[in-house]
RNA sequence: GGCCCCAUGGAGUAACUGGUCAACUCGUCAGGUUCUCAACCUGGAGACUGGGGGUUCGAAUCCCCCUGGGGUCACCA
């Protein structure tokens, strides 16, 4: 039925929020919401040695940021918990005992050594590397004869013969022979339940429908639809997302960018802008509509339109996108954001953003159009906050200065100051500067070039007359002053 | 290497169940606008839909082969 679906997204908390897994969790999550379904959260922390509360912290934050919530989970719980894997634990054994007394499992005494070496021989005649079934018939007598001399076993899972195939909305039909999937471990020596194996127990568990998930699980999907027959369970539906990939083609990783979301939430990108762009990756909301939100994605989005072949991450688009939205937000909501870049820039003290919100409001809206991230909002306004006589020239702002000369600039001086005295306006300072600057029968670079230079140090950027009036008077001639002399 | 998946301009995608010049966005180039940068506007280049065979009146869409790329092969998840 349409209406009781359940899905889930279920990361192990041993490193920050990947990029792909931020997609994995939204296409998910935007499931659910299209199909009136649940989007359950499930935390994977058996890896003990590497899971830790704090990145399991992360990771809920990073979703949080993106604007996705879960109907069930850590935090908000819900009826088919406990949603940390770790602590199902009993409910794991209980199901391998089952599975063991229906012969599903044999215990298996090879060593770690023999394994690896068996390994290597099969790829060396190129064959699958596979266990090859040399426990799979000991009797119980020996096994327990063995177990009492003091050997640890671990519980195997007997794959029949014949073929497993599943059909994947978004790959269609997938078959893989029976052979090739090996006679994997279920349960370690210490008595720890594996991954493919509680994966089942507990998608099961929790009633989930539709596995949506990387494509790198493709190959475990054999694994865990025999095991759903085992345990006589209805499978489940699977989806195998296309991979994120980096430049190289590859599975988009630390060599080749940012790969974790908090990179960009630190690199001051709109959470709408990348929520926005992950959707693309992979999805078109209608083939023409580029910039939606999430509750355009949540009202469009199907897995079978998912495209089959992996995307490669575009940082151009990301940027672009998150202009696009950085230009729409409303100014105080832009100033609220943007805030924090300024103070960890160590432009502002966190306080003054409050004692000097006006300035600081007046100074934001001077780059909001010529910005993407809101670290490029400070990075722009940089300016504003050095000593006025060590202003920082950039290589072109200063060679477009020199190009003009100083003449204009040093007429321009006395000028500016009268008028200062007389506390113009930005637009009439502007109208006015032109005229004088025409009268002098100038080009207009000849005053701007060299006062721009002076001012902020920058080849290009606001308008100068906004620059002037958030400088006041007193720093605006003083800067002026200096000019002159650096550039002299 | 075995197995599995994939393949539309540089990038992301579109093209209903095969049907006129393969569409949109990013990027790129040129011009306009601006003191300047960005934004914005206009225009352009860029794809014989990886290659080769079929099926068909007709294929990016169906079939086969090849090539290329990726994923995966643990007592990690």
Not at 51 to 79: H, M, N
Not at 206 to 212: D, G, K, Q
Not at 393 to 415: T, V
Not at 437 to 460: I, S
């Amino acid at each position: 039925m349409s209406d009781d679906v359940r899905v889930r997204f279920a990361p192990s908390p041993t490193g920050r929020l990947h990029i792909g897994g931020a997609r994995t969790a939204l296409f998910n999550w935007a499931y659910a919401r299209r199909r009136g379904g649940r989007f359950v959260l499930r935390v994977e922390d058996t890896d003990r040695q590497r899971s830790t509360p704090e990145f399991e912290q992360a990771i809920l934050d990073g979703l949080s940021w993106l604007g996705i919530d879960w109907d069930e989970g850590p935090i908000v719980g819900g009826d088919r918990g406990p949603y940390r894997q770790s602590e199902r634990r009993e409910a794991h054994l209980a199901t391998a005992g089952k599975l063991a007394e229906a012969g599903w499992l044999y215990r298996c005494f090879c060593s770690p050594e023999r394994l690896a070496s068996l390994r290597e021989e099969q790829i060396a005649r190129k064959e699958t590397a596979a266990y090859d079934g040399r426990c799979r018939e000991l009797t119980a007598e020996e096994c327990d004869g063995r177990v009492n001399a003091g050997e640890a076993p671990v519980l195997r899972f007997r794959v029949p013969a014949g073929e497993t195939r599943f059909s994947d909305l978004i790959r269609g039909d997938v078959a893989f022979q029976n052979r090739e999937v090996d006679d994997w471990v279920t349960v370690r020596a210490d008595g720890s339940p594996t991954y493919n194996f509680v994966v089942v127990c507990d998608d099961a568990h929790m009633a989930i429908t539709h596995v949506i998930r990387g494509e790198e699980h493709l190959t475990n999907t054999p694994k865990q639809v025999l095991l759903y027959r085992a345990l006589e369970l209805e499978v489940p539906e699977f989806a195998h997302l296309p991979l994120i990939l980096g430049q190289d083609k590859k599975k988009l990783s630390k060599r080749t960018g940012d790969t974790a979301l908090d990179d960009y939430k630190d690199k001051g990108f709109p959470p709408e802008a990348v929520l926005n762009f992950l959707s693309l990756q992979g999805w078109a909301l209608d083939g023409e509509t580029e910039v939606f939100s999430i509750d355009q994605l949540a009202s469009h989005f199907d897995v079978v339109d998912v495209s089959k072949g992996g995307s490669i991450f575009d940082a151009e688009k990301l940027l672009w996108l998150a202009g696009q939205y950085l230009r729409d937000e409303d100014l105080d909501h832009l100033v609220e954001r943007a805030g924090p870049f300024l103070v960890r820039a160590g432009y502002l003290a966190e306080s003054e953003l409050a004692d000097r919100a006006e300035f600081v409001r007046a100074a934001v809206a001077t780059v909001q159009e010529r910005s993407r991230t809101y670290a490029e909002v400070a990075e722009q306004l940089a300016y504003l906050f050095v000593p006025d006589d060590a202003v920082e020239y950039s290589e072109k702002g200063e060679k477009n200065a020199r190009k003009q000369g100083n003449d204009a600039l040093s007429a321009y001086l006395p000028w500016l100051t009268d008028r200062l005295a007389q506390r113009a306006s930005a637009d009439e300072l502007r109208d006015a500067t032109k005229a004088w600057v025409a009268e002098r029968g100038d080009k207009m670079p000849a005053l701007f070039a060299p006062l721009r230079c002076a001012l902020t140090g920058a080849p290009g950027g606001p308008d100068l007359f906004e620059v002037i009036a958030l400088l006041g008077p007193e720093r605006t001639l003083a800067r002026v002053g200096a000019g002159l002399e650096r550039l002299g």
